[in-house]
DNA sequence: ATATTCTATTGTAATATTACGATTAAGCTT
DNA sequence: AAGCTTAATCGTAATATTACAATAGAATAT
């Protein structure tokens, strides 16, 4: 046991389930604000701006880039993250549609 | 080490990151889309329909109604789930705040 | 070439999550 | 009361996450 038994669940749903998963985490909240704070992206000021040790900043933009959420290049001898233009589309339309489902309280508890 | 260092962040970062913590798994998508369809709340239904045992269905929807999302009534011999209205309306407002930050592309990586 | 700067990776410890069997608790039914 | 149904809780095993020190890698600067 201890692993999501993802193969009884849809595409969709696994899916949503990463990129919300991708984003629970304070400090990645707070890297994906820093982010779209400044227009132009940002790298190693991230380890400066949150108080968290540059192995575990690293750590963290790693698994944003693993669900695809944000892109980054090499500038000379830092690294520039910023969003994923599509990826946040994307994800922004599938949470929409899965938080709209809710059509308030109609008959219940 | 472990354990998230929730104290370095603000409480909107780690409210946002409950609240998207609490959905990111399939599972739980699964309960909260099966919640909404049958706008009568439901219970049982869950363990029969979705592919996992009685304890591990009880533990998921635990952690949903920790977060504030779902709410549930004893109904008789079985209990009633249901999505809390106004947790899911701040909680839709919260996360459209945090996603609608993005700007798309402007002068990027 | 050597040093410096910046980031990724590796290794590791502490803690959390996921899943389930077994048990308990609470409410009906007979 | 005794039995049945439903759901929560406990205990436990497997795996994942979070954080950091230490190290490695890559590009620029001296």
Same mark, same amino acid.
């Given at each position: 046991?201890?692993? *999501? /038994?993802?193969?009884?669940? *849809?595409?969709?749903?696994?899916?949503?389930? $990463? !990129?919300? /998963?991708?984003?629970?985490?304070?400090?990645?909240?707070?890297?994906?604000?820093?982010?779209?704070? &400044?227009?132009?992206?940002?790298?190693?000021?991230?380890?400066?701006?949150? =108080?968290?040790? $540059?192995? *575990?900043? &690293?750590?963290?933009?790693?698994? !944003?880039?693993?669900? +695809?959420?944000?892109? +980054?290049?090499?500038? +000379?001898? &830092?690294?520039?993250?910023?969003?994923?233009?599509?990826?946040?589309? !994307?994800?922004?339309?599938?949470?929409? *549609?899965?938080?709209?489902?809710? /059509? =308030?309280?109609?008959?219940?508890?």
């Amino acid at each position: 046991m201890g692993l *999501t /038994k993802t193969e009884i669940f *849809t595409a969709e749903q696994n899916q949503l389930a $990463q !990129l919300l /998963k991708a984003m629970a985490h304070p400090a990645r909240i707070a890297i994906l604000q820093r982010i779209m704070a &400044s227009n132009t992206c940002i790298c190693g000021d991230l380890v400066d701006e949150l =108080g968290l040790a $540059q192995a *575990t900043i &690293s750590q963290h933009l790693k698994e !944003l880039k693993n669900a +695809g959420i944000i892109q +980054g290049t090499i500038e +000379g001898v &830092s690294v520039c993250y910023c969003i994923n233009p599509e990826i946040w589309g !994307l994800m922004t339309a599938q949470i929409g *549609t899965f938080l709209n489902a809710y /059509k =308030g309280p109609v008959s219940c508890c």
